[in-house]
């Protein structure tokens, strides 16, 4: 490890200059080894990596004839954030939102002018994707709460900015005219049952429930999933849906 460290300046130029090349797979391996080797060292380089890693989100074209080229360049984004997740510190802030509004065009790259009800279709390179990206967000999420440690179910956490600009962007893409395909749906049920603990029940009962329930119930209807959730009082919790499943899930 200490001879690692005069070489990483000259490892990030390497990393920036070839970023946008075919060695995006080489690099992402070299940054995850590098994070865990010299993570104190590391803390340096992230404004750099979180600067690229916004600009490929940024940059990525939906048009179904490119597009598998392009998922596996997120694919290589999402596996690397993943990976680097201890170490991104405050600027996980920048790139929670940057994931939301991937996960949005992904469901619906072209807004107001999709014909489809349903979206992506299932199994295709853009489902795939947008399941990889709601995951993610839910590791960063649970990496915010283990970073700010446990706090009781019945208190509003002080810190509840991110899962809240999680909260209504996912109530919204449920609830759109074009919705979430079964899988992509469930998982980002699932992420939503993170935001609830992190939220606090006070909070989540106070601002959300019910517009969540009208939502997911909607949801499943247009996706052909049968019941709806149960209305108890309760908070939903993450072991009530199903991971990758399509089944009626319960609040």
Not at 26 to 46: E, Q
Not at 104 to 126: H, Q, T
Not at 238 to 250: C, K, L, N, V
Request: glycine share 6%; net charge negative; hydrophobic share 40%.
């Amino acid at each position: 490890r200490e001879h690692l460290r005069p070489y990483l300046p000259a490892i990030f130029e390497v990393v920036e200059e070839f970023w946008f090349t075919r060695h995006l797979s080489a690099l992402c391996s070299l940054v995850k080894r590098v994070a865990i080797a010299v993570p104190d060292d590391f803390n340096t380089y992230v404004p750099l990596l979180v600067r690229q890693i916004l600009a490929t989100i940024d940059s990525t074209d939906f048009n179904e004839s490119t597009f598998k080229e392009q998922a596996e360049r997120l694919d290589l984004i999402l596996q690397l954030i993943q990976g680097i997740k201890g170490v991104l510190g405050e600027y996980i802030h920048l790139v929670v939102p940057a994931l939301v509004k991937l996960t949005d065009l992904l469901i619906d790259p072209d807004p107001g002018k999709n014909l489809v009800r349903i979206s992506p279709p299932l199994r295709s390179s853009r489902s795939n994707v947008a399941v990889e990206t709601v995951e993610t967000l839910s590791i960063l999420l649970e990496t915010t709460e283990m970073n700010e440690g446990r706090f009781s179910e019945t208190m509003v956490k002080s810190s509840t900015t991110l899962p809240a600009r999680v909260v209504q962007p996912f109530l919204r893409m449920l609830g759109g005219d074009v919705k979430p395909n079964r899988t992509v749906g469930s998982i980002m049920i699932n992420c939503l049952c993170i935001c609830v603990r992190q939220l606090g029940s006070n909070r989540w009962m106070s601002f959300y429930h019910n517009s969540t329930l009208a939502v997911i119930c909607s949801w499943q209807t247009e996706v052909g999933i049968e019941g709806r959730p149960q209305d108890d009082g309760d908070e939903f919790e993450p072991g009530e849906t199903a991971h990758h499943q399509s089944r009626p899930i319960d609040i």
